[in-house]
């Protein structure tokens, strides 16, 4: 499966984005979609998760109560809105996908995107 991400930009602290990430190749409904993120010089990180069916959500503890990751499987899109956003949510971050249930290490992920930068900034 091939995935696009997009929607990155910059926004001032307290800002929102909504990225999303568009399937295309393979059915999109047969895959987990989680999002990283990564800084220059820093290890890809964990943000959000969502099964297959949208029935189960996992998200770091940096974005609980702020993002909310969701998905639209006749769109072939996942889509993770970001609210609040702090300086330190500034990353490239990527989408992947999983055949894996929940997929909760970077190992489980067979595809990824391209990334889309996110710079939080005033």
């Known amino acids: 499966v091939q995935l696009q991400a997009s929607g990155g930009g910059l926004v001032q602290p307290g800002g929102s984005l909504r990225l999303s990430c568009t399937a295309s190749?393979?059915?999109?409904?047969?895959?987990?979609m989680g999002w990283y993120r990564q800084n220059i010089g820093k290890p890809r990180e964990f943000v959000a998760l969502i099964s297959w069916s949208g029935g189960t959500t996992r998200y770091a503890d940096s974005a609980k109560g702020r993002f909310t990751i969701s998905r639209d499987n006749s769109m072939d899109t996942a889509y993770l809105q970001m609210n609040d956003l702090k300086p330190e949510d500034t990353a490239v971050y990527y989408c992947?996908?999983?055949?894996?249930?929940?997929?909760?290490?970077?190992?489980?992920?067979?595809?990824w995107g391209q990334g889309t930068l996110v710079t939080v900034s005033s």
């Open positions: 992947g996908a999983s055949e894996v249930v929940i997929p909760t290490r970077q190992s489980h992920y067979e595809f």
């Open positions: 190749g393979r059915p999109f409904s047969s895959y987990s």
